[in-house]
């Protein structure tokens, strides 16, 4: 027991002290520099490379969606983010996995 209140503790305190480190060069950085740009580009090419391969290539339960339930899934995502919540992305990716069961019962 004492040996796991070591490990989480230990694994608290490095968290903290990334967030920290994070916190102190957030303030440093220019949000319209080109390094920062550069930074947000690749991050979204990972996303939009993640959801092409999720929607083309599943694994687990969801590929026993058919791709076209996975794309009116997406779709339907994609609206509610962009156009009913005016980009929440806890509320898009809520609908989008409602989509995807609704889809599956449907089908059944």
């Known amino acids: 027991m004492l040996e796991l209140v070591g490990v989480v503790l230990a694994c608290a305190a490095a968290t903290y002290l990334w967030r920290g480190l994070g916190v102190g060069l957030a303030r440093r950085l220019d949000p319209g520099s080109e390094a920062f740009r550069w930074v947000s580009c690749v991050a979204f090419a990972m996303i939009s490379g993640l959801i ?28 509610v983010y962009f156009l009913l919540t005016k980009k929440n992305l806890f509320v898009g990716v809520t609908a989008g996995a409602l989509a995807v069961v609704l889809l599956r019962l449907v089908a059944g």
């Open 52 to 79: 092409a391969r999720i929607l083309l290539m599943p694994t687990g339960a969801l590929s026993a969606a058919g791709l076209a339930e996975r794309l009116l899934a997406t779709g339907c995502a994609l609206a």
